[in-house]
């Protein structure tokens, strides 16, 4: 498998009465990314999201926040990668993450989509080999309360937690981008939260 990441997609759902949902953690780290790399991002219809452009040529990094809602993330992500023919290796999908706790943020190759329902979509459009980096938000501890979890906004205290986690994957991004996957996931799935 290539360390390359060509694209980094962040899920979420689009819209002000989104904005703070932890599903959208995929959107906070995006976001910070952008910030940190100073580019922007603006409306793209083909890639039905909005997208920025750091780098130039080989070393190109597709930021891309589709705009899809949660449920049709492969929509936004097929157009990306069959226009700029990115392999679905080179893809780093970021998502909030129920099964880990607020302030844990993890690097991963593959795998299932765990019923997160972005990731089923890409798994429909991309398969399942691309990366991911899973930010996560906490358990409610009760499936029947999942939905009004994830749609809903982190107490202080784990806003200040998942913010940690997002600038730690942010290191951890610029490490993969720098010196490959595998120092980067070390750096941060070690990491002590």
Known sequence: MSDRIRAIVALGNPGADHARDRHNAGFWFADRLAERWRVSFASEKKFKGDLARAGRGDDT???????????????AIQPLAAFHKIAPTEVLVVHDELDLDSGVARLK????????????DTHRVIGATYRRLRIGIGHPGNASRVLSHVL???SPDEAIAIDN???AAIDAVEVVLRDGWMKGAQKLNSRRD
């Open 152 to 154: 809903g906004a982190p």
């Open 165 to 167: 986690a997002i600038d």
């Open 61 to 75: 990094v597709w930021l891309l926040k589709p705009t899809t809602y949660m449920n049709a993330s492969g929509e």
């Open 109 to 120: 190759d593959g795998g299932g989509h765990g019923g997160h329902n972005g990731l089923r």
